[in-house]
């Protein structure tokens, strides 16, 4: 649960939030998603892409929520852009074809056509490649996790679980404006006690966000593991 948690920050930059209490109005504050809004918005997303690989890529477009479809509805730029090109082509047959040629105007509409099939297919493929990197560090931490249980003793085992497991968490502080410190770090600190208080403290002189806190948790995972070596 941990690691799926941790992974969902990669799902969430590939998409905009689409969860009812997330969504864009014009004038309407932007605000940080709680952590409870963040699982639910996986668990939701994890359902639409299992049925989009076992079903195939067809089964997505009979899926609406949590989709761009929703977003599309309260999107500004859409209906202005569709507005712009229903002007134009009004405006080019009123006055006649040789006042307002029609061939610049269905130039702009088959360049918005090939710019969105071209920009969908590039999210489902960033999607993709993000959610495999996302699974190879889950996976890369249980192995890890089942190398030290076999050679370390069970306290610095269990010491190096919270370190990689920090340190994974801590990644993706910083890659989403969504995932701040408060809505993902904390409730999965008290949830699952991956840093102590005294951990927390050094994280919060070097920051939460950006690479510098992951860094440490690495740089402390190294640490332990020469430490624990020299000792034995």
């Known amino acids: 649960m941990l690691c799926r948690c941790a992974t969902s920050a990669l799902v969430f930059c590939c998409c905009q939030p689409l969860t009812r209490p997330l969504r864009l109005r014009l004038g309407a504050p932007v605000r940080e998603p709680t952590f409870q809004e963040l699982e ?3 668990r939701q997303r994890a359902k639409l892409k299992n049925s989009a690989f076992e079903d195939g890529l ?3 477009v009979r899926h609406f929520a949590k989709t761009v479809f929703r977003l599309l509805l309260f999107d500004a730029a859409f209906y202005t852009s569709v ?3 229903v002007l134009l082509r009004w405006y080019g047959r009123s006055e006649g074809l040789e006042a307002f040629p029609l ?3 269905s130039c702009v509409g088959s360049l918005a056509a ?3 099939v071209f920009f969908t297919s590039q999210a489902w493929q960033r999607f993709v490649v993000m959610y495999n990197l996302a699974m190879a560090l889950e996976g890369r931490i249980f192995d890890a996790t ?3 249980q076999a050679t370390l003793p069970p306290s610095a085992a269990l010491q190096l679980w919270r370190y990689l497991n920090a340190a994974h968490v801590l990644l993706y502080l910083g890659v989403s404006p969504h995932y701040r410190e408060g ?3 904390r409730p999965l600190n008290e949830q699952y006690r991956l840093l102590n208080s005294a951990e927390m403290e050094r ?3 070097v920051g939460f966000s950006g690479g510098t806190a992951t860094r440490e948790a690495r740089a402390c995972s190294m640490q332990l593991v020469a430490c624990v070596w020299q000792a034995h």
């Open 40 to 42: 639910t918005l996986v």
């Open 58 to 60: 067809a089964a997505v």
């Open 83 to 85: 507005f712009g090109y």
């Open 103 to 105: 061939t610049p105007i």
């Open 114 to 116: 090939f710019i969105i």
């Open 146 to 148: 089942l190398f030290v």
């Open 183 to 185: 809505n993902l770090l």
């Open 203 to 205: 994280l919060s002189l």
